[in-house]
């Protein structure tokens, strides 16, 4: 869960709602249906979640006839996730990490900020986070204003 959130910038609503359904393993794509926009997209699967999704099928989830991608671990076993479930496995996750209870849509955010920094151009984000505002985005891909004015050349001087 914790890889779609930072690899894919999914909400913890988006990650509750994927279905064995919405990941295509011949296009390495995932599909996203239940969005807060209600816009449905498409995105690339990077090769690292879709190892780790194997891994969790063929040997963490529970076996249920659920067709939810992820699923309870504990009574009722098998059962889709709710919203709430995956909060609280991040919070315990970024809890064990020594990162504290902060929000989970940190890693959204995150997501955003390292596409823009390798020049990823802020449409492309705002379409890969499903934003209908680039000034959305802009909010999410924060500048780091210290990179920039190392990167910055120096004003030329005024030949005499």
Same mark, same amino acid.
């Given at each position: 869960?914790? =890889?779609? /959130?930072? #690899?894919?910038? &999914?909400?913890?609503? *988006?990650?509750?709602?994927?279905?064995?359904? @919405?990941?295509?393993?011949?296009?390495?794509?995932?599909? =996203? !249906?239940?969005?807060?926009?209600? !816009? *449905?997209?498409?995105?690339?699967?990077?090769?690292? /979640?879709?190892?780790?999704?194997?891994?969790? &099928?063929?040997?963490?989830?529970?076996?249920?006839?659920?067709?939810? &991608?992820?699923?309870?671990?504990?009574?009722?076993?098998?059962?889709? #996730?709710?919203?709430?479930?995956?909060?609280?496995?991040?919070?315990?996750?970024?809890?064990?990490?020594?990162?504290?209870?902060?929000?989970?849509? =940190? =890693?959204?955010?995150?997501?955003?900020?390292?596409?823009?920094?390798?020049?990823?151009?802020?449409?492309?984000?705002?379409?890969?986070?499903?934003?209908?505002? #680039? @000034?959305?985005?802009?909010?999410?891909?924060?500048?780091? /204003? @210290? *990179? #920039?004015?190392?990167?910055?050349?120096?004003?030329?001087?005024?030949?005499?």
């Amino acid at each position: 869960m914790v =890889l779609c /959130l930072c #690899l894919l910038g &999914l909400r913890t609503q *988006e990650v509750a709602t994927l279905t064995m359904n @919405d990941v295509d393993w011949q296009r390495l794509t995932v599909h =996203l !249906r239940c969005t807060k926009q209600r !816009r *449905e997209r498409t995105l690339p699967l990077p090769p690292k /979640l879709g190892r780790a999704l194997i891994d969790y &099928l063929r040997r963490g989830r529970p076996k249920t006839n659920s067709r939810a &991608l992820f699923v309870r671990h504990r009574a009722p076993l098998g059962e889709a #996730l709710q919203v709430y479930h995956v909060r609280g496995a991040m919070r315990r996750a970024f809890e064990r990490c020594g990162i504290g209870a902060g929000r989970i849509h =940190l =890693l959204r955010h995150t997501f955003a900020t390292r596409l823009h920094r390798k020049g990823v151009g802020l449409k492309a984000i705002a379409d890969l986070l499903g934003h209908g505002c #680039l @000034d959305t985005t802009a909010g999410y891909a924060r500048i780091n /204003l @210290d *990179e #920039l004015r190392q990167a910055a050349l120096p004003w030329p001087e005024r030949q005499r």
